[in-house]
């Protein structure tokens, strides 16, 4: 008789699928790393800033000690930039902590989770994680249909996940249309508003959610260092919400899961504008590139408001997997997207111009490939 170990709804998951690493794509089809264009995780082209390897210099000199607990520089940094006080931040290891740490700080077996059809797929682990109930919203156009998700609302739901824009659909909301959705929630359920792509939009649709978190005591904004600060390697992400809903995402989350080094990167890159603007500027320049070249080759794609585009490569449900291999073949790593439910599109992170160039020319042949395979 075999023993099963965990929980049930541990057992249940199926874990999460990372995209490929360039090493393992070297391994795997013999080729040089070098070579490889990886366009996979919605990473910074530039990598990281300059500013945060001098801190991270600094900082490495002190690694016998244990990191501060508390954070207190990079809080004060934040709260700084924000426009909050420090006391309404929980820093995470990378935002994916802080949506682990929400759904155990609000959710409890048996509850539920809502998110919409096709989003972030963490959303639906971490609610697992807690043994909670999802509800997914259908999706209207790839993006998050604010009225079907108020609809979906019942009685045992206690918190819900939006991304803002959206992963991996790249959809956005805007400020008035998200503002009236947020007044909709029930007080006790919590809304994360998760803005990993936030430092992506176009001027005209920035907003500084962190307002909302004065307006809604059941709001709680989570960011990421991960994407337009390039730090996705060190792992430090961020919430901001009212005190009720920080002091308990604290006792949750682990004492020390921001590490030094890490603290230290994400001061001086929020410090670094420069960086910012350079990111920005090439990922507008990229996906003009890239939606030029998709619209040339014939090819659907979400509109995007991330540093990556969601494009159809077939209809049938094997042409993502067929051309994300053939595209494997060439060196270059994209993102299949069937897990998500959308088996016939990649999503496809935006590179610097001459990765870009390297995958539109992979892709071209990759569809001429998988059409006569
Ligand atoms: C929408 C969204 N939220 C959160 C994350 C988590 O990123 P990190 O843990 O690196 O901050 C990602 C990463 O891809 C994402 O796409």
Do not use: C
């Amino acid at each position: 008789m075999s023993t099963s170990f965990g929980p049930e709804h541990i057992r249940a998951i199926a874990p999460y699928q990372a995209g490929k690493p360039i090493a393992e794509v070297a391994r795997e089809f013999g080729l040089d790393e070098a070579a490889i264009v990886k366009l996979a995780s919605n990473e910074n082209p530039f990598g990281m800033p300059e500013s945060a390897k001098q801190a991270m210099l600094l900082a490495a000199a002190e690694l016998g000690r244990y990191p501060d607990a508390n954070g207190f520089e990079l809080k004060q940094a934040l709260a700084a930039r924000y426009g909050v006080p420090a006391d309404w931040i929980t820093l995470g290891n990378g935002s994916n902590d802080i949506l682990e740490i929400a759904a155990h700080a609000f959710v409890q077996q048996g509850q539920a989770v809502l998110f919409s059809q096709y989003s972030f797929a963490i959303y639906a682990l971490a609610a697992q994680g807690v043994g909670a109930r999802s509800i997914v919203a259908p999706a209207k156009d790839y993006g998050h249909d604010l009225d079907a998700m108020a609809a979906a609302i019942d009685a045992d739901t206690r918190l819900i996940f939006i991304a803002n824009p959206n992963n991996p659909t790249g959809t956005f909301i805007g400020a008035a249309e998200m503002e009236a959705f947020l007044k909709r929630v029930p007080a006790h359920v919590v809304v994360v508003l998760d803005e990993a792509y936030n430092e992506f939009l176009a001027k005209e649709d920035q907003f500084e959610s962190s307002a909302w978190v004065r307006q809604f005591p059941n709001l709680v904004v989570s960011r990421t260092f991960s994407k337009a600060y390039g730090l996705a390697g060190l792992r430090v992400g961020f919430a901001i919400a009212q005190p009720l809903l920080t002091d308990l995402m604290n006792r949750i989350r682990q004492p020390f899961n921001v590490n030094s080094i890490a603290q230290a990167a994400a001061i001086a890159a929020l410090n670094d504008k420069d960086f910012l603007e350079k990111g920005a500027a090439n990922n507008s320049a990229g996906y003009q590139q890239f939606t030029e070249a998709f619209t040339a080759l014939g090819l659907e794609y979400v509109p995007s408001h991330g540093n990556f585009v969601l494009v159809k490569v077939g209809d049938d449900d094997g042409a993502g997997a067929r051309v994300n291999l053939a595209l494997l073949k060439q060196g270059v790593i994209v993102r299949p997207v069937g897990s998500y439910g959308l088996p016939q599109w990649l999503r496809i992170s935006i590179g610097l111009p001459q990765e870009n160039a390297i995958l539109i020319a992979a892709l071209g042949k990759a569809l001429a490939e998988a059409r006569t395979a």
